[in-house]
């Protein structure tokens, strides 16, 4: 099945900096790659997303990359803000049988004043 | 209101006591599933339900029961609790599969199994 690995765990930024997350994931079928992001004790909601026939997407501050060939993406976070603290996740999923999701661990990203 | 629910909300049960958690969705959605999460592991997927009366494994479906008797509801069912199912269950659904439709969650279901 599909594995992510998502990286770093934890990333401190100073408030105005940008923030990368990378993701990495195993099953060159996957086509479907979304993030979520979850504040503290609530659920998990889709920020953006991104499908294998496109290499960039942008929302305002938020920007999701694609490399097929390499099977890693990664979302880049400028100007942060004090509410872009969250846990971010990346997932995959081939859309094929199991239809389902996987999820990388997350990344704690942390806004310092 | 578009949501998902699940109740309850938080629960303490004792080991081999069965319960089960409720997810409900008023979006229409044929899409369902079940995510655990655990400290530094992520969301994990339990089962899914394409649409009525069709479910599947996901990757940790081990102690864990489902059933989709109605469009709107997927209830979980642990016929046996045991406390390494402890953890924070979210109930998710989409339009359709996983793919290219975003996933609403509930807000989450904190189990403790003593």
């Known amino acids: 099945g599909e594995n992510v690995e998502q990286h770093p765990s934890t990333l401190s930024v100073q408030e105005g900096d940008s923030a990368v997350i990378k993701c990495t994931y195993s099953?060159?079928?996957?086509?479907?790659f979304p993030w979520y992001k979850q504040e503290l004790g609530k659920r998990p909601q889709l920020i953006i997303d991104?499908?294998?026939?496109?290499g960039e997407k942008k929302d305002q501050r938020i920007a999701v990359t694609l490399n097929k060939t390499a099977k890693h993406f990664s979302l880049h976070i400028t100007e942060t803000q004090p509410e872009d603290s969250a846990v971010y996740f990346c997932a995959a999923t081939t859309g094929g049988g199991a239809d389902g999701l996987t999820f990388g661990k997350g990344t704690h990203l942390i806004i310092q004043p | 209101e578009a949501q998902v629910t699940q109740n309850p909300r938080y629960l303490i049960t004792v080991t081999g006591k069965k319960l089960t958690v409720t997810c409900s969705q008023n979006m229409n959605h044929e899409y369902m599933s079940w995510y655990r999460q655990d400290p530094g592991l992520g969301l994990r997927q339990i089962y899914y339900?394409?649409?009525?009366?069709?479910?599947d494994k996901g990757d940790v479906p081990e102690g864990y029961k489902v059933s989709r008797k109605e469009k709107r509801n997927f209830p979980l069912i642990l016929e046996s609790p045991s406390p390494n199912q402890t953890s924070l269950y979210f109930c998710?659904?989409?339009?359709?599969?996983?793919?290219?439709?975003?996933?609403?969650f509930g807000p989450g279901t904190r189990l403790t199994v003593t």
């Open positions: 998710a659904s989409s339009l359709q599969g996983a793919v290219f439709y975003e996933q609403y």
């Open positions: 339900s394409m649409n009525v009366e069709v479910t």
């Open positions: 099953d060159s079928a996957s086509n479907y």
């Open positions: 991104i499908r294998s026939n496109v």
